[in-house]
């Protein structure tokens, strides 16, 4: 994550805000805000760099770059090409997924699947955002929650039992407008117009977002256990995505399990989107709450609208 650190009562001074109601309805306490020469690229190189130190694999032993973004450096060419060259990954080729918040489960998944074809033996799969640079900082309603930020997975064929043992991937496009970031496609190409409609800006129906991500989360998160029959008393703990956490307890409470159980960072970094889950996992595994060997759920949620575990 990046080093600079915005409060809630930061936030306070530039909107009709305060911390207690950020806090109270989100969980989030403070967020990590991008220099003006930090960009996903940079985030996301540092993440990968990171991840193939962790694996011990030179970068020109990936066959595969997946990464998703929310907020990529350009329409085109993929993040994930810049970062494959900034990390001299010669022989991968690389690629960006787009599945808003849920791009990063779908990108270890297709990577995990690439891998188990055996079209290829190693994949790294980035998520990385800054996501600031989307954020309307006069809308109370959308700029409390994100944050900037990266995480990287390095995955390999092997022997080894377990692995990415199961996903689900799922999409309702007819929530296309719930949340969306709609200027600067095809679409609404940049103008004088989009610019002053604000439409480069992330807009999004709070309520009916919360409304969503509640009713598919814990059922996302029993289904990819069915499909290796397994249940929640089978597994170590969850990893979430970081949107909220009232939505986080609310699916605790569906999947009757302790909170206890939920790896939850978003007090600290907001929601990072695709960055979330990997930056989660990586804390869980430094502060030792995360072994090898250990079953666990990933699970998100977010535009498209997308889930998936
Ligand atoms: N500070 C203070 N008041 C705020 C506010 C803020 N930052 N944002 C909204 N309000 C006000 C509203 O104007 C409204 O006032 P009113 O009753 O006078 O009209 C009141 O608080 C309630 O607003 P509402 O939008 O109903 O709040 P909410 O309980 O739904 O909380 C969110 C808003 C955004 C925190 C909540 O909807 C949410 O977290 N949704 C999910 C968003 C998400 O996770 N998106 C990413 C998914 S990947």
Redesign the pocket.
């Known amino acids: 994550v990046p080093e600079p650190v915005l409060t809630n009562d930061d936030i306070s001074k530039l909107?009709?805000?305060?911390d207690q109601?950020?806090r109270d309805?989100?969980g989030i306490r403070e967020r990590r805000i991008a220099r003006e020469n930090e960009f996903p690229s940079t985030l996301g190189v540092e993440a990968a760099v990171k991840a193939l130190q962790v694996a011990n694999l030179a970068p020109t032993e990936l066959d595969l770059i997946i990464c998703t973004s929310s907020s990529p450096e350009y329409i085109f060419p993929a993040t994930a090409c810049i970062i494959q060259d900034q990390i001299g990954a010669t022989k991968a080729g690389a690629f960006d997924l787009q599945a808003?918040?849920t791009g990063f489960i779908f990108a270890v998944n297709m990577a995990a699947q690439a891998i188990r074809s055996g079209s290829i033996k190693n994949a790294l799969v980035v998520g990385t955002e800054v996501l600031s640079r989307f954020v309307n900082w006069k809308d109370?309603?959308?700029c409390?929650?994100f944050g900037d930020g990266a995480g990287a997975f390095v995955l390999q064929a092997s022997d080894i039992p377990g692995g990415i043992m199961s996903a689900v991937m799922h999409s309702d496009g007819s929530g296309a407008d719930t949340?969306t970031l709609p200027g600067g496609g095809s679409h609404f190409p940049a103008s004088e117009l989009t610019i002053h409609e604000g439409k480069h800006f992330v807009h999004?129906d709070?309520?009916e977002?919360?409304r969503f991500?509640t009713r598919v989360m814990g059922r996302a998160v029993l289904e990819a256990l069915e499909q290796v029959k397994m249940t929640t008393d089978d597994i170590h703990c969850i990893i979430p995505?970081q949107?909220?956490y009232?939505?986080i307890e609310t699916a605790a409470k569906y999947l009757k399990m302790p909170l206890e159980k939920f790896v939850i960072n978003v007090d600290r970094y907001g929601?990072t989107?695709t960055a979330s889950i990997p930056i989660a996992t990586v804390e869980a595994i430094q502060n030792g709450r995360l072994k090898s060997g250990d079953k666990v759920v990933f699970v998100g949620?977010?535009?498209g609208l997308t889930w998936g575990a």
């Open positions: 909107v009709d805000t305060n109601w950020i309805r989100t808003a918040c109370r309603g959308t409390i929650l949340l999004m709070g309520k977002v919360f991500a995505h949107a909220n009232r939505i929601n989107s949620f977010g535009g």
